[in-house]
């Protein structure tokens, strides 16, 4: 394959210390999740690089299937816990369609070839659940 874009991270400290980038300005504070330390945490930013990911990949679903409508993309990120430390995440991406003569049903297909093409999903299918859902406004 082609790579299209290449970038890296730097952090330091962990949850709560700084990430940088090599190709951009953006440095973040990291905070961990429920604190009161002014930052973000990593669930946060997968959340929003997973609903962009995703987004776009519906917009290359709608094309593939000639398909015209407008939609937001929600993504939540739970961090669970188990017994022993045992981490693990979970996603629920939901999609709001509007603006289309489609079927619930027909809009829920477009989600599930979208959550196929979309490569956060191929990166964590089998690792993390993630659950795709839609409702037409």
């Known amino acids: 394959m082609k790579t299209l874009y290449s970038t890296k991270s730097t952090v330091t400290g962990g949850r709560m210390g700084t990430a940088t980038l090599s190709d951009s300005d ?12 002014k930052g973000n945490n990593p669930e946060q930013l997968l959340a929003m690089g997973y609903g962009a990911c995703f987004d776009s990949a519906l917009g ?3 094309k593939m299937e000639d398909a015209r409508f407008g939609s937001t993309t929600e993504t939540s990120v739970d961090l669970l816990q188990g017994d022993n430390h ?4 979970s996603v629920k991406i939901h999609v709001i369609a509007d603006n289309t003569d489609l ?9 599930e070839k ?20 839609s409702e037409v406004k």
Not at 86 to 89: G, I, P, T
Not at 115 to 120: A, L, N
């Open 26 to 37: 953006l440095e973040i504070n990291m905070a961990p999740p429920g604190g009161n330390q």
């Open 60 to 62: 290359v679903v709608k």
């Open 86 to 89: 045992e981490y693990k995440l």
């Open 103 to 111: 079927s619930a049903d027909d809009i829920q297909k477009l989600v």
């Open 114 to 133: 979208a959550h196929e093409v979309c490569p956060y999903s191929k990166a964590t299918r089998g690792n993390i659940d993630v659950e795709v859902s």
